[in-house]
């Protein structure tokens, strides 16, 4: 069989995600594989249609096709977004037709499962049969479970294509409304109090335009706009780590300093961006890739976000989870997402309005939404990430250990000598006996002693 592997990773074939591959390759010797590193030739594909059609001859002369990439902030790495997109700007899409695919990814685990879900549905808008993914932990393929399951999965999607296994549709089109916004006039621009507001916009024209436009509109004070393609922001991330020691990025673009300079130092940040397939656009992806220089610190710590959004995403909760996703783990608060999804003139204003006096408003009072599992398990994922690998990540770490992200568990000594003690007296049957009787009980005590106060 002719396997043509999509290579995402920016760093080529020096990357994690194609050891992977090579170990596929090294088990399963009988098949013809054609690698195209992707990402890192992204430009090229863009600009070189003699390029650009070698790689989809491949996909259309074979019978697998891989998607292997690295994670980047909870999708594709935005080189990889960029040639999806050109897959169908540039009327390739028939050659991934009927092929069959599957997702390898290489990550921490950290919203893994929105990439793959993103895949998996970019998959069926290419009518590709979808196999599976296999996504792993970097460090799998140092263990023999994880070599394991690598070539039972490599199996499985062999062995698809080879009997021509039916596989099934996970995600119906998305339908995108066209029509065109006409805001209306604003009744009461709202006082920014002095806060400092910056509105970062993927284009300004269409719905998008003037979605943005009636935003700073409702607002009586300065708001500054940039259009994300006019900001210092040359290539996506390269994946170096290199900003692992001191936060500082190896691209001299001018974009940390834009980041840290405008963005950095906003009360308020409203970001604007079109769906496009099924994310925000490439450009949007490379912005948010390249925040990486800032590792896992949160950069935007206790700013209130909004999002202005073009397109259907209520069709695309897997966009949602990822927008909700970054705001949490950031510790930012996202007040709301606007879009223009409900075709009405009236909706649209009436949510902008609300929008702006919302986060002016907690910009104010400081208020923070609770966060859930999606930040609190981030964190718990990062805790240990950064504490095992804090050599590479020396930045994070002294954050880590000065703002107290280092909660392990094992440091609290007074739970460790109840839980020790209270082990021990529950193999004491009378104990054992009235523990179970008092349990529930037994845990609203410390809140009934906080209401009778
Ligand atoms: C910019 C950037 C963003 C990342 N985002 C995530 C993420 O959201 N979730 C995750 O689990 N790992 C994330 N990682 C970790 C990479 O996915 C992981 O290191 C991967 O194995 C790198 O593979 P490669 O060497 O093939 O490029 C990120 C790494 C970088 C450089």
Redesign the pocket.
């Known amino acids: 069989m002719k396997v043509t592997v999509l290579n995402g990773?920016?760093?080529g074939d020096v990357?994690?995600?194609?050891q992977y591959v090579g170990y596929i390759r090294k088990r399963f010797p009988g098949h013809e594989y054609v690698v195209h590193d992707i990402s890192q030739r992204v430009k090229k594909l863009e600009g070189n249609l003699t390029a650009f059609k070698e790689v989809v001859d491949d996909v259309g002369s074979s019978d697998v096709v891989l998607w292997a990439?690295?994670?980047?902030?909870?999708l594709v790495?935005s080189q990889y977004k960029r040639f999806i997109e050109l897959v169908s700007e540039k009327d390739a899409v028939d050659a991934f037709k009927e092929k069959y695919a599957a997702v390898l990814?290489?990550?921490?685990?950290?919203?893994?499962h929105t990439a793959h879900a993103y895949m998996h549905a970019i998959c069926d808008d290419l009518g590709m049969r979808y196999v599976g993914f296999h996504s792993a932990e970097?460090s799998d393929l140092l263990k023999e479970k994880g070599r394991d399951q690598l070539v039972l999965f490599a199996e499985d999607f062999f062995d698809a294509a080879e009997r021509k296994r039916v596989t099934s549709r996970a995600n119906p089109p998305v339908n995108t409304r066209s029509w065109n916004y006409l805001p209306g006039a604003v009744a009461g621009a709202i006082d920014t109090k002095g806060k400092q507001i910056i509105v970062l916009t993927d284009g300004t024209g269409g719905n998008l335009g003037r979605m943005v436009e009636r935003f700073t509109e409702s607002l009586a004070g300065k708001v500054e706009v940039h259009d994300i393609n006019d900001i210092p922001l040359k290539n996506g991330?390269l994946?170096c780590?290199n900003c692992g020691l001191d936060n500082e990025c190896s691209q001299k673009d001018g974009f940390p300093e834009f980041f840290n300079e405008k963005v950095r130092t906003a009360d308020v940040v409203v970001y604007a961006g079109k769906v496009t397939d099924r994310h925000l656009s490439s450009q949007w992806k490379k912005f948010i890739?390249r925040t990486?220089f800032h590792n896992h610190v949160p950069a935007l710590k206790g700013k209130q976000l909004g999002w202005i959004i073009a397109g259907p995403l209520g069709q695309l909760p897997t966009l949602r989870a990822t927008l909700e996703g970054e705001a949490e783990l950031g510790r930012i608060n996202l007040v709301d997402i606007v879009t223009d999804e409900s075709g009405d003139n009236e909706t649209v204003d009436t949510m902008i309005q609300s929008l702006a006096e919302r986060l002016i408003r907690h910009s104010c009072s400081g208020y923070m939404r609770t966060r859930t599992f999606l930040g609190v398990g981030g964190d718990k994922l990062f805790r240990d990430f950064v504490y095992n690998s804090r050599f590479v990540f020396q930045a994070d770490h002294a954050y880590y250990k000065k703002h107290g992200f280092y909660d392990f568990p094992q440091h609290e000594y007074g739970t460790r000598l109840l839980n020790t003690v209270m082990t021990g007296l529950t193999w004491i049957p009378q104990f054992r006996k009235e523990f179970k009787k008092r349990t529930t009980s037994e845990m609203i005590k410390p809140f009934q002693r906080l209401l009778d106060e």
């Open positions: 990773s920016p760093k990357s994690v995600t194609m990439f690295p994670l980047y902030h909870m790495p990814t290489t990550s921490i685990h950290f919203f893994d970097m991330c994946g780590c890739d990486f």
